[in-house]
């Protein structure tokens, strides 16, 4: 948004709550960032190709992959499962899954192995793991989780690595906008009385449902989540938002501590 001098008011989750309905005509101008946001993420290089020529060169896919093998290498660890984990989590992003179906269904040896895997993508500060919880609000860590990759340009290389295909626009911008919420908080999923993608504490729980199709205009209450909100393509309403707009008003820290690998 800064790159390209638009600038909105921001703050937390209670003001964008309370105050995106004012701000609707930015829709289709956010709209359009969110798209380029898709391909190029938050990686300078690959913006500044993406401004240049429309598009993200292999030079510069090719230049990320060897940075993260180096890093593997240099912790001896195998770039053949760190491949088969990727691919694994590229393929079932926006979907539960386990730890035994990355080991069974996409070679990551043992369930200790694809448990070490991701534990190595999340201390490279690559990948958001996101627990499941009850209506009450509680942690249930034996369920299936969901990954996502943290920058929607770690999909696209990762992608080109494995030679996958990457998500699917709702599923992309579901990782994104999970990935952006638990920058600031803590955040989990639940799959009790229907799914709700992104469950967020902040006083009493709030739930985010990413839709990219047809939004109906409906209230949920469940269990203790008195509120539980749309994010859409484009559609407004009391309890819809466009994710483009939520994103944009939400002030995220643009740097943050992180502890050096060893």
């Known amino acids: 948004m800064e790159l390209f001098n638009i600038h909105l008011p921001r703050g937390d989750l209670g003001f964008v709550l309370s105050n995106y309905q004012a701000y609707?005509?930015?829709?289709?101008?956010?709209?359009?960032l969110l798209e380029r946001y898709e391909v190029t993420g938050g990686f300078p290089n690959a913006i500044r190709d993406f401004l240049r020529t429309g598009g993200i060169s292999n030079d510069v896919l090719s230049d990320f992959i060897s940075s993260i093998v180096s890093d593997v290498n240099r912790l001896r660890r195998s770039e053949t499962f760190l491949k088969l984990t990727?691919?694994?989590?590229?393929?079932?992003?926006?979907?539960?899954?386990?730890?035994?179906?990355?080991?069974r269904s996409f070679g990551v040896?043992?369930?200790?192995?694809?448990?070490?895997?991701?534990?190595?993508?999340e201390r490279l500060h690559l990948l958001k793991v996101v627990e499941q919880v009850d209506l009450e609000g509680n942690a249930m860590p034996r369920k299936e989780k969901k990954?996502?990759?943290?920058?929607?340009?770690?999909?696209r290389a990762f992608a080109f690595w494995t030679s996958v295909r990457l998500p699917d626009e709702s599923g992309l911008v579901e990782s994104i906008v999970l990935t952006h919420l638990s920058?600031?908080?803590?955040v989990h999923y639940t799959k009790a009385m229907?799914?709700?993608?992104?469950?967020?504490?902040?006083?009493?729980?709030?739930?985010?449902?990413v839709r990219f199709g047809r939004v109906r205009h409906e209230r949920r209450i469940l269990g203790r989540m008195k509120k539980i909100y749309i994010l859409s393509k484009d559609t407004l309403g009391d309890n819809?938002?466009?994710?483009?707009?939520?994103?944009?008003?939400l002030n995220i820290p643009q740097t943050i501590e992180l502890k050096i690998l060893e």
């Open 194 to 209: 229907g799914e709700v993608d992104a469950v967020v504490k902040n006083g009493e729980p709030i739930g985010f449902e």
């Open 86 to 103: 990727v691919r694994g989590i590229i393929e079932k992003t926006a979907s539960e899954f386990s730890y035994h179906t990355l080991s």
């Open 24 to 32: 609707h005509q930015f829709t289709p101008t956010l709209n359009d």
């Open 240 to 249: 819809v938002i466009p994710v483009s707009l939520f994103l944009a008003m």
């Open 147 to 155: 990954f996502y990759f943290i920058d929607p340009f770690i999909y």
């Open 109 to 121: 040896g043992t369930v200790k192995t694809a448990i070490s895997y991701v534990e190595l993508l």
């Open 183 to 186: 920058r600031i908080y803590d």
